[in-house]
Nanobody
Framework: QVQLVESGGGLVQAGGSLRLSCAAS????????MGWFRQAPGEEREFVGA????????YYADSVKGRFTISRDNAKNTVYLQMNSLKPEDTAVYYC??????????????????WGQGTQVTVSS
């Protein structure tokens, strides 16, 4: 049974930082590309960023580029999302997702068959 469990969310002031973690089980973690997505109330889910199987390639949405960093530790079956310079518009539920295929779009959520339950990030102004 595949499980992706996010943690690290919370309430932070604008300009602050948070680091989200996503622990995977039930998959050969190193064989999966990992993505982060977010969904704010009343909004559609949007791509935040992704990292390739080895960690050698990362991709980011323009809205977070330069502020967010994705990394992974394949020995710990965990992917991270370091979020700096947080803004109120970053408030959302953040989800990690896993996909084996590398040829498909990184940004399309439908390409990811496995999802975590999400963790809330709230940035106050």
């Amino acid at each position: 049974q595949v499980q992706l469990v996010e943690s690290g969310g919370g309430l932070v002031q604008a300009g602050g930082s948070l680091r989200l973690s996503c622990a995977a089980s039930g998959i050969t973690f190193s064989a999966y590309n990992m993505g982060w997505f977010r969904q704010a109330p009343g909004e559609e889910r949007e791509f935040v960023g992704a990292i390739s199987r080895t960690g050698g390639s990362t991709y980011y949405a323009d809205s977070v580029k330069g502020r967010f960093t994705i990394s992974r530790d394949n020995a710990k079956n965990t992917v991270y999302l370091q979020m700096n310079s947080l803004k109120p518009e970053d408030t959302a539920v953040y989800y990690c997702a896993a996909k084996a295929a590398s040829g498909s779009s990184w940004q399309r959520g439908v390409e990811y068959p496995f999802w975590g339950q999400g963790t809330q990030v709230t940035v106050s102004s």
